[in-house]
């Protein structure tokens, strides 16, 4: 199995039209990740960073949405004409695009009410406390 160095989730959600939260589907996502994994694999990126089509990552008001592992970095509001400053300054230059992140405190999911979140499922990078 191969070891990437990065993993990329575009979402594609898609939504009734109807919907109020609008959905990323129709905001472009599958054209944003159609345009991401041509653009990796032209960079000689194709087994190094995998770009991943996403169902919903919680993150409607802010499609087309797009989380960077192991960083963790969210952006937001990403079309086609974004990828490639993506690809240059946060893939191959290790600086996120800081005019599409997504602030933490607009990401939903990162409450944490009953405060066991960090016991309950720790961050890769920690080991939880013994008892």
């Keep these: 199995m191969p070891s990437f160095r990065r993993h990329i989730f575009v979402c594609v959600n898609q939504r009734p039209d109807d919907s109020p939260k609008g959905c990323c589907?129709?905001?472009?996502?599958?054209?944003?990740?159609?345009?991401?994994?041509?653009?990796?694999?032209?960079?000689?990126?194709?087994?190094?960073?995998?770009?991943?089509?996403?169902?919903?990552?919680?993150?409607?008001?802010?499609?087309?949405?797009?989380?960077?592992?192991p960083e963790g970095v969210w952006y937001g509001h990403v079309t086609v004409a974004d990828v490639d400053e993506i690809i240059e300054e946060h893939i191959l230059g290790g600086r996120p695009v800081e005019r599409l992140r997504i602030p933490e405190e607009r990401l939903t999911g990162t409450g944490d009410p009953a405060g066991r979140l960090r016991e309950l499922c720790p961050p890769p990078h920690e080991t939880p406390e013994e008892p």
């Design 25 to 69: 589907a129709a905001r472009g996502g599958t054209e944003v990740v159609s345009v991401l994994k041509a653009r990796l694999y032209e960079r000689g990126l194709k087994r190094v960073v995998r770009p991943n089509k996403a169902y919903c990552l919680d993150q409607c008001a802010e499609g087309v949405t797009m989380v960077v592992y």
